[in-house]
């Protein structure tokens, strides 16, 4: 059995800071660029609603990291995301830009509200959100974890935080996240995900989870990647 002074020092080493967004359950301030799920998204001006096979994606959420109280070091230079997918049964792509689209902005400057196109798909409500400040834990299995001696990962229950949320660690459901599996030219890193949110009618499959990463190598920092779990 793990012992207790273990326990304190599995967790000094591997705390991290996590904004978590609330989802409604407060007034809201109709500022535009406020995050949100499902109300209307930013976008630079000429920029189109993004489309896949001939239909418009449906917005899923839009993030404003301007007052975030944690951010993590891969999104510093990023102010602002919007994030749309496909509706579909067939999984999603691994890399950005087909049927799902993340658009970070680096300012704020010139961004105005994207209209939807009539036929757009959109979630059941559409809410406002803000930002909450979280401690996270990592899964046991983050290949990040960092695990001394005399201790089994497996056997700390420390929470992860699974919820929508920047930074922290992700909310692994049935494995590590593929590209911690394999490797790839990009070097994806997680630094974001979006749960399913029972306000907004959103689901990812039975209770499941969208993961965010962000390339680090050289030439593939504004790539984005994306993988999917679920119960």
Request: aromatic residues 12%.
């Amino acid at each position: 059995m793990t012992k207790v002074g273990n326990i304190e020092e599995f967790a000094r080493l591997n705390t991290r800071r996590a904004s978590v967004l609330q989802v409604g359950g407060f007034r809201p301030s109709n500022n535009l660029s406020a995050s949100n799920f499902g109300r209307k998204p930013l976008a630079r001006p000429g920029e189109a609603w993004p489309v896949w096979n001939g239909k418009p994606l449906l917005f899923v959420c839009q993030v404003n990291l301007q007052n975030a109280p944690a951010i993590p070091a891969l999104l510093q230079d990023v102010k602002l995301m919007t994030f749309f997918v496909a509706q579909t049964e067939g999984p999603l792509d691994p890399e950005n830009g087909k049927n799902w689209h993340l658009r970070a902005y680096k300012s704020l400057f010139d961004l105005a509200p994207l209209a939807s196109p009539a036929d757009a798909p959109k979630l059941d409500k559409a809410f406002e959100c803000r930002w909450e400040e979280s401690v996270d834990y990592p899964t046991f299995e983050d290949p990040e974890i960092v695990t001394p001696e005399g201790v089994e990962a497996s056997e700390i229950d420390l929470e992860n935080v699974h919820r929508t949320k920047i930074g922290g660690y992700a909310s692994h459901i049935q494995s590590e996240l593929w590209w911690d599996l394999r490797p790839h030219p990009a070097s994806p890193r997680y630094c974001w995900q979006v749960g399913s949110e029972e306000k907004v009618g959103l689901a990812w499959g039975d209770g499941g989870m969208i993961y965010l990463a962000r390339g680090t190598a050289r030439g593939y920092e504004d790539r984005w990647f994306l993988d999917w779990q679920c119960y």
